[in-house]
């Protein structure tokens, strides 16, 4: 994909990682970026094709306003998420529902919704922003983790069924960004544009999945081998 003269819809697109692909995408060239957000008016809007927009992935309505308000789109950038930290035995149910909804249901309505956008555009592209704990867990992120590894095998399912269409479906995997969501976190933090900017690179040459970081990489080469051995050196390096 040339994101020259596409147009884009990037969810969560008020801060972040999200922030950082409307801004990739302007300087490549797009024509136009749907900043979505549950409040658009925190949308900062620093150039005219920004088109601030509401949505929450978690309220259906939202969403069919958006295919309605932009029926244009050709490549969507699903990255809106929560942590609520909750853990799967002993944290609140009501916060592991909500962030299951917010990973695989929401990213999935979204999809679902815009595919016929998509398809109406020649097909263009979809892009997932998940994560390294896809593939693993820590403490305190098991309500994420298992909320990221579904939506990171919904990822390769709904790239079976749009490959018909012509949409190419791509998967995002990352450790920690430096974003407001890990503020809190004292290890290394991978800058957010270069986030967006390995995914734009990677829909460049049709690249259906991008690893971002080293501590992502050493995850999944991690899946083929003895998990006592991986969750060893995981508690090592994360002092817990």
């Not at 060239?29 to 900043?35: D, M």
């Not at 088109?51 to 950038?77: C, G, K, N, Q, Y």
């Not at 290394?188 to 970081?213: G, N």
């Amino acid at each position: 994909m040339d994101i020259s003269g596409q147009i884009a819809l990037v969810s969560g697109a008020n801060r972040g990682i999200g922030r950082q692909f409307v801004l990739e995408l302007l300087d490549r060239g797009a024509s136009k970026v749907y900043a979505a957000a549950r409040r658009p008016e925190s949308v900062e809007v620093t150039d005219e094709r920004i088109v601030p927009l509401r949505l929450d992935v978690l309220d259906h309505a939202t969403i069919e306003r958006a295919v309605d308000a932009a029926p244009d789109v050709s490549l969507l950038i699903n990255n809106a998420g929560i942590s609520t930290g909750a853990k799967l035995v002993t944290g609140d149910a009501s916060e592991i529902r909500r962030e299951m909804d917010t990973h695989f249901w929401g990213t999935l309505e979204m999809i679902r919704a815009f595919s016929p956008v998509l398809a109406a555009q020649g097909g263009g592209a979809v892009v997932n922003v998940l994560s390294a704990l896809s593939w693993f867990a820590a403490p305190s992120s098991g309500a994420y983790s298992a909320a990221k590894a579904a939506a990171w095998n919904m990822t390769n399912g709904v790239r079976l069924e749009l490959a018909a269409q012509g949409t190419l479906v791509q998967g995002v995997l990352l450790g920690v960004a430096d974003t407001d969501l890990t503020a809190g976190y004292e290890g290394p933090k991978t800058d957010p544009r270069d986030v967006a900017r390995a995914s734009l690179d990677a829909l460049a040459a049709d690249r259906i999945e991008v690893i971002v970081d080293d501590w992502t990489a050493m995850v999944k080469a991690s899946l083929s081998g003895d998990p006592a051995a991986f969750y060893r050196q995981v508690t090592e390096l994360l002092g817990s």
